[in-house]
């Protein structure tokens, strides 16, 4: 097991130094046509088979034997950690300088487990059960570091969470965001898919913004329209603080509700008072 477990060290040491290494990935991903994300996922499916390969030699070499089994067990038990550290949330620079010590725990796993004589039904149902409550537990982090995100987003962006009620409609991707202070989402007719290709042309993209010095309607109905851009221009009224502004494609209705400017753009046609009023 100490072997294993050193052996599981040095691979995870290796595996620091490939990828701190100074490689020029964009030139590669270029050269070889196939674009950055296709060689990300080759380097995820190559790096468990090589790791398994590479610790198989070293272990036959400071004499475990069999060797392949450890070198299997380990491998995957190296990947599940992997797994369970993104469900935990668990991703920064930190996660992969913790892979010596990650490996090593792992391969030393996989000889309590896998070799003969040592190994036992017994400690494969532990392995199991423990892998069980780390998945659990993982999920349980995951959901913790999401929620707190999204507080911090909203700490951060300061605008309250008005939600636009349509019949027919639900609303997707609510996100805060915290360098433009502003709060947005997407509504969608419940007979498009929320994974359709031109769901944004289809829907109605809303933002709640903080009300910017210039907006002084009808004149200039000035408004955060993305992360950077502004929209500036003069709006009709349409119900009381309520404006419409034409777009090249359709109309933007601007809605001044709780002492922030709330935006509804996308497949929107011309509404009655009444409508905007309810």
Not at 64 to 88: N, Q
Not at 172 to 180: I, L, N, P, R
Not at 210 to 233: I, K
Request: aromatic share 10%; glycine share 12%.
């Amino acid at each position: 097991m100490i072997r294993s477990a050193g052996v599981g060290a040095l691979l995870g040491g290796l595996l620091v130094l490939v990828v701190v290494l100074p490689w020029d990935l964009d030139d590669f991903c270029r050269s070889e046509g196939w674009g950055c994300l296709w060689v990300f996922f080759m380097l995820m499916a190559a790096v468990p088979v090589v790791a398994a390969l590479v610790g198989w030699v070293v272990l036959r070499l400071v004499g475990v034997r069999p060797a392949w089994r450890v070198a299997g067990v380990g491998a995957l038990l190296g990947v599940l950690a992997a797994v369970l550290s993104a469900r935990a949330g668990s991703w920064g620079p930190w996660v992969l300088f913790a892979a010596p010590p990650v490996l090593a725990a792992a391969y030393a796993v996989a000889a309590a487990v896998a070799l003969p004589g040592v190994g036992s039904l017994r400690r494969w149902g532990v392995l199991a059960g423990v892998l069980v409550l780390l998945w659990a537990l993982a999920g349980v982090l995951g959901e913790r570091q999401v929620s707190g995100y999204r507080e911090r987003q909203l700490a951060f962006a300061q605008v309250p969470l008005l939600a636009t009620e349509l019949d027919g409609y639900r609303l997707y991707f609510a996100e805060a965001d915290q360098y433009s202070g502003t709060f947005g989402y997407l509504i969608l007719p419940s007979s498009v898919p929320v994974g359709a290709a031109d769901r944004e042309r289809l829907g109605i993209r809303v933002t709640v913004a903080p009300q910017l010095p210039g907006f002084a309607p009808p004149n200039a109905c000035e408004v955060v329209s993305g992360s950077t851009q502004r929209d500036s221009g003069p709006c009709e009224q349409v119900a009381p603080d309520t404006w419409r502004a034409t777009t090249y494609d359709s109309f933007r209705y601007v809605a001044r509700r709780q002492g922030v400017i709330v935006v509804l753009a996308g497949s929107l046609t011309v509404r009655k008072t009444g409508f905007l009023t309810t």
